[in-house]
């Protein structure tokens, strides 16, 4: 009985601990954030996406606003359409520009704003909002993209705190992007003498592929030719004896 009892005082302790644990942990699971869809090269370019939670029982996300980088400007920046979203795109003059594809660009995107059109992001729910962005950097690790979220009763929360170097996560935390390393072919995909090795690549293979199949067809023509022979032979040597043995009957 005793042995029950402190059994089941353990248990229920540990599912109090595990539920203090979860409530305290949650908050962390519910940063606004930025991830890539696949790999974010340096030198390159990426879709990614903003993954926004709503925190609140009682009012709906329906606002989110992201500042890109000045440090590292991105000269090119598209959203992709999301029903139920207005979507504003602002740019603005570089201080100094930027070459991108052999061309001088003096300005770049500065903020990206979502505004919903209907009810937002509801209680329980979370939204993706994918951007194309690039060309990323080449002399960076990261990206940090400021976001402020807005919720149906007014509410405002900025997630623009910069993780320091060695310091606690701060309470609102910048989205950040980390970047991969530059890819060795390039970063805009192979060229076409890469292409079209593989492509002979390619039709080597099939070739020898095919002729494997024929040399295999081949093959089990004759081991068929051979059985049909013996079958035959077979059918004869029966036949012989056969009326030999109805010769001998008749005798």
Same mark, same amino acid.
């Given at each position: 009985?005793?042995?029950?009892? !402190? ?30 869809? &696949? ?47 207005? !979507? ?16 001088? !660009? ?26 194309? !962005? &690039? ?49 060795? &072919? ?66």
């Amino acid at each position: 009985m005793k042995a029950s009892r !402190i059994a089941s005082r353990v248990a229920a302790a540990a599912a109090v601990a595990g539920s203090a644990v979860l409530v305290l942990s949650s908050p962390a699971f519910a940063h606004v954030s930025v991830a890539a869809e &696949g790999s974010a090269a340096k030198g390159g370019y990426a879709v990614v996406d903003f993954k926004v939670p709503n925190e609140r029982d009682n009012a709906s996300t329906t606002k989110l606003e992201v500042a890109f980088p000045t440090d590292h400007p991105l000269a090119s920046a598209m959203p992709e359409p999301i029903n139920g979203w207005k !979507i504003d795109v602002t740019k603005a003059k570089l201080a100094k520009p930027i070459e991108l594809h052999g061309k001088q !660009i003096s300005e770049a995107v500065s903020k990206i704003t979502w505004t919903a059109t209907g009810k937002g992001v509801e209680a329980g729910y979370f939204q993706k909002f994918p951007v194309s !962005i &690039g060309a990323l950097p080449e002399d960076a690790d990261e990206l940090v993209f400021k976001a402020i979220q807005t919720y149906s009763n007014k509410e405002v929360v900025r997630w623009i705190e910069v993780q320091e170097d060695g310091a606690e996560e701060p309470e609102n935390p910048a989205p950040v992007l980390a970047l991969a390393a530059a890819s060795e &072919g390039g970063h805009h995909g192979a060229s076409a003498e890469e292409a079209s090795d593989k492509s002979d690549d390619a039709e080597t293979a099939a070739t020898t592929e095919a002729a494997s199949d024929s040399d295999n067809s081949d093959t089990t023509a004759r081991v068929l030719g051979v059985v049909g022979i013996v079958v035959g032979a077979a059918g004869v040597a029966y036949g012989v004896l056969a009326g030999r043995r109805r010769t001998t009957a008749d005798a």
